[in-house]
Structures are given as C-alpha cells and as structure tokens.
C-alpha cells in the first residue's frame, strides 16, 4: 500500500505539474520517472509533499510576493538624500545597496522570505467589515 504522503503527491501533481517537475528538478538536478519518485524513502515523499503544498498555496494566494516584499523592504526605508548606499541586512548578514542614504537594513532575499512566510501563515490580512459603517461623525 502507497504511503499517504505519496497519495497526497500523486493528488496534487495532477493538477500541479508545472510545481511538481520544478520541485524534482531543483531537489535531484534531474527529472525522476513516478516509478523512482515511489522508490524513494517516506521523509523524501514529505519533502517534496511540502515544497509541492507550498508552491500551490503561493500561487493561489490573491497576494503578490514581489508586492508584498517590496512594501516590508520600503517601510523599512524612509526619508534620505540621493545616494546609492551599501548596508547589511540585520537578518542574513549581506551586503546591498540601496536606493538613498535611507537605508532599510534588511535585503530583498530577506524580504521575500517574509513574504513568502506572511502569505503561508494563512493569516486575513483583509480589513474586517465588522464596525465598518458608511457614516462619518465630526466633532468640533
């Protein structure tokens, strides 16, 4: 009997190939046949089960990676003169440069990670309609 983590690959592949073979290639520098991807171990069948889980769920995600990456980098940023200026990120230790003399301290390989991270979280990140009224009161 085929593993669940092997089923649960099987399912998703099929509609997922594109991921699947990105996966395989990326994680064996080669494509395997489905017969060589059963022949692997039950922790091998897991990460590739979660790598192919991840790709699915960030690309049906209504947010953009690109998008929200930049938005963390640049609030990170604020006003500076025009100068490009190298800094090293405070998560990784790289060395970049930036835009001006407002330097945001953390790279955009850092700031994709977030991304990636905040948008797998699962986590609404729309505003609630909850005491949301059309009406607005002044006060004077």
């Known amino acids: 009997m085929q593993n669940h983590w092997l089923m649960q690959i099987e399912k998703n592949k099929a509609k997922n190939m594109k991921f699947y073979?990105?996966?395989?290639?990326?994680k064996y520098g080669k494509e395997l046949s489905w017969i060589e991807v059963?022949?692997?171990?039950?922790?091998?069948?897991?990460?590739?089960?979660?790598?192919?889980?991840?790709?699915?769920?960030l690309d049906r995600s209504q947010y953009d990676?690109?998008?929200?990456?930049?938005?963390?980098?640049?609030?990170?940023?604020?006003?500076?003169?025009?100068a490009?200026?190298?800094?090293?990120?405070?998560?990784?230790g790289k060395q970049d440069i930036w835009t001006?003399?407002?330097i945001p301290n953390i790279c955009k390989d850092c700031t994709d990670e977030m991304a990636k991270?905040?948008?797998?979280?699962g986590f609404d990140l729309s505003?609630?309609?909850?005491?949301i009224t059309n009406e607005t009161t002044f006060t004077s």
């Open 100 to 102: 001006n003399t407002a």
């Open 117 to 121: 991270a905040i948008i797998l979280s």
């Open 38 to 57: 059963q022949a692997l171990d039950r922790q091998e069948h897991l990460a590739i089960l979660c790598k192919l889980e991840e790709a699915i769920k």
């Open 84 to 92: 490009m200026t190298p800094y090293t990120c405070h998560f990784c």
């Open 65 to 82: 990676i690109e998008k929200l990456s930049r938005a963390i980098q640049y609030s990170r940023s604020g006003m500076g003169g025009s």
């Open 127 to 131: 505003k609630s309609q909850k005491g």
């Open 21 to 26: 073979t990105e996966i395989i290639r990326e």
